[in-house]
Structures are given as C-alpha cells and as structure tokens.
C-alpha cells in the first residue's frame, strides 16, 4: 500500500489524491452577486448539506494551488451575504463546467455559458432557471481555514427559500431520484452520473438492529463465495431463522439438492452458499439464511 504524508507532497499533488479519492461530490452550482450588483456564477465540488435544523449548506471556494488567489464567490459573499445554491443534473452539466472558467470579474457566466437567470424570492443572487432544485441563502459565516494555496474557505449558509422543479417530483410530492439525473465530480475531468444503472438502495437500518457480524457462524464467514456486502446483508437480520423454519426450508425448496449431494458435503456446501448468495441479491435475507443454515441441520 502507498502511504504517503501530505506536508510533504506538493500542493497540486496532494489535491489530486484528495479528490480522486473522496468522491463522488456533489456540486454546488453558486449564484453571488457583489456590491456593485454584477452576477456570479461558478460550481465548487467541495460542498455538502450538514444540518436539517436549521437547514445548513457549506461550500468552499478554495484558494488556488498554484497563485493562491481567491476566488470572485469568496470575495462576493464577504460583501453581500446571500447565495443560490442551484443543483446541478445531467442536461446542464456542460454549460455548468463551461461556468468553471476562469473568467474575468467583469465577464457574466450566465451569459457565457447561456444560462437563464431568475430572480429570488428572498435574496439578491439570481436562480438558475435550468437547475432542478434552486435554494436561497444567506450566508451566516465564512471560515478562512488558512492563507497559503489550497486553503478552503467554508461558506456557510442558512436556506430560507426551497425551489423545486414539479418534473422531478414523485406522486408523494417528494424529489424522485431517478427523475432528477444528479451529476457528482470525481477526479481529474472524470464525473458521476446517478442514474438507474449506478443507483442502488440499501436499506437504512434505522428502526432495527441487526444481529451482527459477530454472530454470523465462523464457517459462512469465511466462505469462498459470500463477499463482505453479502455478510453484511446477512448481519442485517434482527433473529435468525428458527430450526423448524428451516428444516421446513429445506425439506420443500432443498430436498432435491441434499439427495442428488448426500455423498458430496463440500460440494454441497458450496451449492448451497451459491443459492443463498443468488437470494441475498434479491435481498431476500431470511431464505439466504434458511439455505445457509440447512447444512448444519441434518
């Protein structure tokens, strides 16, 4: 494994590592304004939501790495305290990144790239007409955490107004995340797509709790053919199967594999991890654990 310790990598080194590593990152498309009023618009990576109460967004519009020069979306929410953090989907990915430019001060990205503007509700940055989902901000606090290149610049920031576009909406009125088609950044010039062939769902464990990795017996554990994901679904149980279940399991949906195998117990457990595997797929958990547990209960 390469081990490596970061005050002694170069600046522009240590950002690629940084950000090939963590990721995908959303995208905080941001709308500012300065004093005088001239717009800005420009996306930031280094962005997530980190409270529901009260809604709390931070980006950071870091220092560059190479000049150390701030970037116009600091210097702007210093002077006028108010954001629109406009969410970015894949029909305006590329008019975002052409946002990404850097553009003189007085250059206006929304009329580079052709995005719309759309005056707020509650603050002076405009939304972005194209954005699925648009927020307004005020900005409560910007932390510098240092002066030399590549220092972030957290922008912290309240929403007090919620935009949402109807198209992304499911029939409970809620954003559908197959309708809305997110975009992430990655490394280098590499982006996520979240659509329905990188989206999966795992359930939350929120109300139950499972038995445990612990508790799962040593020889399915250390089986040839159940990954750590498969292990972890199996831990995800509240109570394993009881022994009638599982004979019951095993006499009806089994039968046929125990006598074809009655001779063969080591092929016959591998038979048997396979199907369970085929089942924890389908997140059918319990008859996973059925079909495990149906080699040790004869």
């Avoid at 940084?18 to 709308?31: E, Q, T």
């Avoid at 990188?198 to 799962?216: A, R």
């Amino acid at each position: 494994m390469l081990t490596l310790e970061p005050k002694e990598l170069p600046i522009p080194q240590l950002h690629r590592y940084l950000l090939g590593a963590v990721g995908p990152r959303p995208i905080a498309f941001a709308s500012t304004i300065d004093a005088e009023g001239n717009p800005n618009l420009a996306p930031f990576s280094f962005f997530n939501v980190f409270s529901a109460n009260p809604p709390i967004l931070v980006f950071s519009p870091a220092r560059s790495g190479r000049t150390n020069t701030t970037k116009d979306t600091y210097e702007n929410v210093k002077k006028v305290a108010e954001c629109v953090i406009n969410i970015v989907n894949h029909d305006m990915v590329e008019q975002m990144s052409l946002c990404s430019s850097p553009y003189d001060k007085s250059i206006n990205e929304f009329e580079k790239s052709g995005l719309t503007p759309l005056a707020s509700e509650k603050v002076k940055p405009f939304r972005v007409k194209e954005s699925p989902v648009q927020l307004e901000c005020k900005v409560i606090e910007v932390k510098e955490l240092g002066e030399n290149g590549g220092a972030g610049n957290l922008v912290i920031c309240e929403v007090i107004k919620i935009h949402v576009n109807e198209e992304v909406l499911d029939e409970n009125q809620m954003i559908d995340q197959h309708k809305i088609d997110l975009v992430a950044r990655m490394g280098g010039n590499w982006y996520c797509r979240a659509n329905e062939a990188s989206m999966f769902e795992v359930e939350k464990p929120v109300t139950t709790i499972g038995i445990g990795f612990d508790q799962i017996p040593a020889d399915i554990k250390s089986s040839s053919i159940l990954n750590g994901n498969d292990l972890g679904k199996l831990g995800s149980i509240e109570e394993l199967p009881n022994e009638t279940d599982v004979n019951e399991h095993k006499l009806i949906e089994l039968s046929e594999l125990f006598v074809t195998l009655e001779d063969e117990p080591a092929k016959l457990e591998l038979e048997l991890h396979q199907l369970a595997k085929k089942h924890l797929e389908k997140n059918e958990i319990e008859v996973a654990w059925k079909t495990l547990l149906a080699f040790n209960n004869q």
